[in-house]
């Protein structure tokens, strides 16, 4: 059976190459958006994985609430403090962002772009209220639209070791990368920097080595998988058969 990506950049067929080996593992995705569309976790969830899905839109948080009943689905905001956050929400797209400047570049840009209040919360402390001690963290996915930074420095390396972190590297609908202003903290807690796909930068923790091997080559045809509009087009086929 050929692997289902549904990921936007094939970040879950990597991810898979390297975790296959795991019997129902645990992620944690911030800044989800959906169950589905350019999912990263949603072919581990059908595979018996589960997880935490940090989302603050409410819509999109309904979503995941109606087809995630095994995952655990916040409506927060991770970052480096307690409180509450203005949220830029940008309709039907996976824009919506904290980042007052980038929502007003949207809004320039054309995008109907509207504002909520919505809980902010540090990562360590969620991780702190909903997993157990001995849970491992298998990969940590990070998509926050500008506010990596925030979400990096909420993380207490000490203590929560996600194996593989993959985090946007880009700003919003641009090539112009980010890294650099986050990356440090993650090198610096142990973390090397495996690969980088143009659009995400993918790091694993150094006591998981063994697992460098998984990123040295981009998706390919020995990975056999397919992406997921190919396979609804395949199963609709089949159906008129």
């Known amino acids: 059976m050929s692997f289902v990506s549904f990921a936007q950049n094939y970040e879950d067929v990597m991810l898979w190459r390297a975790l296959k080996h795991v ?28 997880g935490i899905n940090i989302e603050p839109n409410p819509q999109r948080l309904a979503e995941l609430n109606a087809k995630r009943d095994r995952d655990l689905n916040l409506g927060v905001a991770a970052s480096d403090s307690n409180g509450a956050i203005e949220l ?41 209220d909903h997993t157990e001690s001995d849970q491992p963290i298998h990969f940590l996915k990070i998509d926050v639209e500008g506010h990596e ?33 986050w990356e440090p903290l993650i090198l610096e807690a142990g973390y090397r920097n495996v690969y980088w796909d143009g659009l995400n930068r993918f790091y694993l923790a150094i006591e998981h080595a063994n697992l460098t091997a998984a990123f040295s080559t981009p998706p390919n045809v020995f990975d056999g998988f397919v992406r997921s509009a190919e396979a609804e087009a395949i199963a609709s086929v089949q159906d008129l058969g």
Not at 26 to 43: A, K
């Open 23 to 50: 019997q129902n593992g645990f992620y944690i995705d911030v800044g989800t958006w959906s169950p589905d569309v350019d999912s990263v976790t949603r072919p581990f969830y059908d595979r018996g994985w589960r």
């Open 88 to 128: 830029f929400i940008v309709a039907d797209t996976g824009l919506t962002t904290a980042d007052a400047a980038i929502a007003k570049q949207h809004r320039e840009a054309g995008w109907a772009v509207s504002m909520i209040e919505v809980p902010r919360r540090n990562l360590s402390d969620i991780l702190d």
């Open 149 to 181: 930074t925030e979400v990096v420095r909420s993380i207490d390396f000490s203590r929560y070791r996600p194996w593989v972190i993959v985090v946007e590297a880009t700003a919003p609908n641009s090539q112009v990368e980010t890294s650099a202003a």
